[in-house]
Structure formats: structure tokens, C-alpha cells
């Protein structure tokens, strides 16, 4: 459930090339049924949309596998992790 990854100390990160990009990931995702959250995109990433996609770790390839199919272009794909006072954040790749 989406209200779920709003407490993930762990999760991935999908950002888009721009905010039509991300608007049609979010109703791509939607009807997919995926579990996500539409959040601003992090400060440490540099990307031209303000707007990312935030999945569980274990949902990533599913999101990124759905969007790919609907032809959504991904700026990049991130891993976030959140550990003892520490944040890092990881790309992952893009498609």
C-alpha cells in the first residue's frame, strides 16, 4: 500500500526526462496496479523534471519493466538507502 512507503528507509527512485513524462508514468502506474508514491525529485539528484517516482526496492524492476513497455523515457533509476544518521543514494542505471 502506497502509505507504506512513506516510512521506507530503504526504496528506489525513478526520475523522468520531464513532467509530461512523469505525469503519464503516474497513469501508466496506476493502471499497472504498482505501489509507488509521486514525490519531488531529491536534491541530490540532478534531473530535468521535478517530479520522481518512489517504489520499494523489491517493486523496482516491475516499475521499470512497465513503464519500458508503455514507452515512459527514465531519466535514471536510483537506490536510496537511509542508515544511522547516513543517507546514500545510488544510480542504478536508466533505460
Known amino acids: ?7 521506507l528507509k530503504e526504496y528506489g527512485i525513478v526520475t523522468f526526462k ?12 496506476k493502471e499497472a496496479s504498482a505501489d509507488f508514491l509521486v ?3 531529491p536534491r541530490q539528484i540532478s534531473a530535468s523534471c521535478g517530479l ?7 517493486n523496482l524492476d516491475y516499475v521499470r519493466s512497465a513503464l519500458h513497455d508503455k514507452l515512459v523515457q527514465i531519466e535514471g533509476v536510483y537506490h536510496f538507502t537511509a542508515a544511522d544518521g547516513e543517507s546514500r543514494l545510488e544510480k542504478l542505471g536508466h533505460d
Do not use: G
Open 52 to 58: 520522481a517516482v518512489k517504489v520499494a526496492p523489491e
Open 39 to 41: 514525490i519531488p525529485t
Open 1 to 7: 500500500m502506497a502509505k507504506d512507503l512513506f516510512n
Open 18 to 29: 520531464s513532467t509530461s513524462q512523469a505525469l503519464k508514468a503516474e497513469r501508466v502506474l
